[in-house]
C-alpha cells in the first residue's frame, strides 16, 4: 500500500490585508468547529513549512481524533520520515496501520517504537487502536521475547 502524503492547503485569503495585518480566512469564522479549525490551520502551517514536526505532530492528533485516519495515517509516515529515532511517531504509525488492518506492517513499526525506547507495556495491552495486532501470534511472540509479563 502506498500511504499518501499529507494534505496542506494554500492559504485562501477573503479580500486583502490591509495595514499589514494577515488575511481573513472565509472559513474560520463560524464554519468550522475547534478540530476542524485545528486541522485547517496546522495544514496551512504546514503549506509554508512541510517539514515542521511540530505542526505535523499536531495535525496527527487531531486527524486521529476526527477519526481521519486515513489521512493521519500519512502524516505520521512522514513524521516517521523525520524521526525515525522517536519512539512516540514510531508508536503512532503503528496505531494507525493497525487501524488500516496493516497489522504486520504495524507490529514491526511497534517493535521499533520499542527499540527506540518505548516502555508503557500497559497502555500497549489496552490501547484499542492496537487491537487488531494483539490477536495476532507474532504480537503474542514480542511479548513472550520481551518478557514484559503480558498477555
Known sequence: ?????PLVKEPIAHGAA?????PIWDAWFG??????????????ILYRQPNHV??????????????????SLAVDARLV????????????LACALALH???????????????HGYRDFAHMEVDPDLEGVRQTAAYRALVEKLQIGLG
Open 1 to 5: 500500500m502506498e500511504i499518501e502524503k
Open 18 to 22: 490591509q495595514n499589514g495585518a494577515a
Open 31 to 44: 464554519e468550522m468547529d475547534q478540530s476542524e479549525f485545528e486541522i485547517d490551520f496546522f495544514e496551512r
Open 54 to 71: 511540530p505542526a505535523l505532530r499536531a495535525l496527527s492528533e487531531q486527524l486521529a481524533k476526527k477519526r481521519l485516519y486515513h489521512r
Open 81 to 92: 520520515e523525520l524521526r525515525p529515532d522517536d519512539w512516540i511517531v514510531r508508536y503512532n
Open 101 to 115: 488492518g496493516h497489522l504486520e506492517r504495524s507490529l514491526d513499526q511497534l517493535t521499533q517504537a520499542i527499540q
